[in-house]
């Protein structure tokens, strides 16, 4: 279990730095093993990322945060790691390339070493490089092609130097939640819906008994297996993808076949989505490895 969150401030206001401190905080709850956020210099246009094997709590001290002048938009995350060592700052979030783009990610890929090859070359151990690896090549639908190639759960945030303005979030399985603050004209995402309302300090209004919503901020929850480009002018696009069809979890068989005797299940230990095989006689979590008990299903 990984966290992610971000912004995109459309107007002249930028969030409040302590609110997002706060923020990036409380996602460590997700993840202490390493921390790191990107964004695209506004002056030189180039890609900027700070990223260390400690926990967010302690990144917020550091020189880089502190100095930080908030930009327009901004991604990060708080990782806990799986597979690739954090002391190996490659297999950090953000995660980037040469070209100038950044992915946070949130998941698990199953696939990652089939998606590297002679041609296409991994720069360290963690498996979100595949998707950086796929987002990164020219293909006509991009994001249509990830689908295709990637075994696993993901949610992704993207940022590119070559489009500064645009942000991509894409879901498959794993929590993406959104709020837009339309007085201040921000978008704010993130892994879990109550960080945000922790850290912005929003409150349920009601009136004559009936909620009317948190004041002006406004809650969206992504879809699952779609992708959402956001641009200066707000939705770009909302588009619905279909995932490959068939992949095994690690139990080397075809999804369509374990599927038939599993179900879709809320792991006790690290909350995210994974299956549980009622044929198995070991099932884990496809984030956090744990083994599930039957009971477990119904807590």
Not at 5 to 32: A, H, I, Q, V
Not at 259 to 280: H, V
Request: charged share 25%; with cysteine.
């Amino acid at each position: 279990m990984c966290g992610i969150m971000g912004y995109y401030s459309f107007g002249n206001t930028l969030p409040d730095k302590n609110k997002l401190e706060k923020m990036f905080t409380l996602l460590e709850t997700r993840g202490r093993d390493a921390s790191g956020f990107a964004f695209i210099d506004p002056i030189t246009n180039k890609l900027k990322v700070t990223k260390a094997p400690i926990p967010s709590s302690k990144l917020v001290h550091t020189p880089e945060w502190i100095s930080l002048s908030l930009p327009k938009i901004l991604i990060a995350h708080t990782r806990m790691k799986t597979q690739g060592d954090p002391k190996n700052n490659m297999n950090n979030h953000p995660i980037f390339n040469k070209d100038g783009m950044a992915i946070v990610h949130n998941g698990m890929i199953h696939n990652d070493n089939e998606i590297f090859s002679k041609k296409i070359k991994r720069d360290a151990e963690v498996d979100s490089e595949a998707i950086l690896a796929i987002l990164s090549q020219k293909h006509k639908d991009a994001i249509q092609k990830l689908f295709d190639k990637i075994h696993g759960i993901f949610a992704v945030a993207v940022i590119d130097q070559s489009d500064p303005g645009k942000l991509l979030l894409i879901k498959k399985d794993n929590p993406i939640d959104i709020y837009y603050n339309s007085k201040d004209d921000i978008l704010y995402f993130a892994s879990e819906r109550e960080i945000m309302q922790r850290a912005l300090n929003l409150r349920s209004t009601y009136k004559r008994g009936f909620g009317i919503g948190e004041e002006d901020y406004h809650f969206y929850e992504m879809s699952n297996n779609h992708a959402l480009t956001i641009n200066k002018n707000g939705i770009e696009s909302y588009k619905k993808y279909t995932p490959r069809n068939s992949y095994g979890f690690g139990y080397g068989c075809g999804i369509n076949n374990y599927l038939d005797d599993a179900i879709l299940m809320e792991c006790p230990y690290c909350f995210g989505s994974t299956y549980y095989n009622w044929t198995k006689l070991n099932n884990k979590c496809q984030h956090c490895g744990q083994f599930i008990n039957e009971e477990d299903i119904y807590v």
